[in-house]
């Protein structure tokens, strides 16, 4: 019997570094090429995870709710702002919901959704081994400020990109998660992923997330607990961003500092604040990134996220 038991755990391990090797492969093949300019909100990385892959909604038994706020430091006018607010749920250990709403403006547009999410948690073994899936569905509303359009406001190709209706959207994520191991990938967008819209002007847009980690506790008296990450993501208009970063948490998650380098010639700095494991407040700084580093010193990020039944 323990033999068996063994097996399967190796086994289980076997699969994890597989699944490890894999997009580690997929990563450093592309970076070479790996520098862009888009910065998504840093909370996907660590704080809120299900921001970024629907397969991460649920994945404890309780209610969480993040907020989330970014503006740029600059004061040129059209300085990127980003708001977002996720709640989700697990209400059985296999299966969670929820729901986030996002709004990102920059220049002359403002970009709007609101999405349900439905995760299922498959378990592969008696060590906390998962395989989760997860999708969303919801509304997205894209728009340009005509009010801010310096030049002919009637021009046809803006009027032609605000006549489009409200439109159904959606992500798609899976990951493989244990009680150290996450690896994970998600498609956000899914309606520019398997439809082209040629009425669809923007860049800057996500295209994939993916991204390895790994935590482990350097000693086991203090409390300390280390995860470094990598990421790959693409956006619509540039080449694809290659992060790199640390989350430390000191005193058992009391404090946390993070540190992460991006591919696109910028590092992001951060450390947050947690009381009882009901509320964290996390701050952020982005530097910016290389090619626009002379109009804007970079952006602030802060994130509240708060714990409803966790025992």
Do not use: C
Not at 14 to 41: R, W
Not at 108 to 131: C, D, F, I, V, W
Not at 192 to 198: P, Q
Request: net charge neutral; glycine share 10%.
């Amino acid at each position: 019997m323990r033999i068996n038991e063994m097996s399967f755990n190796i086994n289980q391990r076997s699969q994890g570094l597989i699944i490890l090797s894999l997009l580690l492969t997929i990563f450093f093949v592309n970076l070479q090429d790996a520098k862009a300019q888009l910065n998504p909100l840093t909370s996907i990385y660590y704080q809120n995870q299900y921001l970024a892959n629907p397969a991460m909604a649920g994945m404890d038994e309780y209610l969480k709710i993040n907020l989330g706020y970014r503006k740029d430091a600059g004061s040129t006018p059209g300085m990127p702002v980003v708001q977002s607010f996720t709640a989700d749920y697990g209400f059985t250990s296999k299966a969670g919901v929820g729901l986030k709403v996002y709004n990102d403006e920059a220049g002359l547009l403002q970009r709007t959704s609101a999405m349900g999410s439905y995760a299922y948690h498959l378990p592969l073994g008696s060590a906390g081994q998962k395989l989760n899936f997860g999708i969303s569905l919801g509304v997205m509303n894209e728009r340009i400020d005509n009010a801010d359009v310096n030049g002919d406001a009637g021009d046809n190709q803006i009027g032609r990109f605000n006549q489009r209706e409200v439109f159904i959207d959606g992500d798609f994520g899976m990951a493989y998660t244990s009680g150290q191991l996450t690896v994970q990938g998600a498609i956000p967008n899914l309606k520019t992923y398997l439809k082209k819209d040629d009425n669809n002007y923007t860049v800057d847009r996500s295209t994939f997330f993916s991204a390895v980690s790994y935590r482990f506790y350097p000693t086991q008296s203090d409390g300390v607990e280390v995860e470094p990450k990598v990421a790959y993501r693409g956006v619509k208009g540039y080449d694809n961003i290659v992060d790199l970063g640390t989350n430390v948490a000191i005193s058992n998650g009391a404090l946390n500092i993070l540190a992460m380098w991006h591919s696109s010639q910028s590092a992001t700095f951060g450390m947050g604040i947690n009381y009882k494991n009901a509320f964290t407040f996390t701050g952020m700084y982005t530097t910016q990134t290389g090619e626009v580093s002379a109009i804007s010193s970079g952006n602030f990020e802060i994130a509240l996220s708060i714990n409803i039944g966790r025992k």
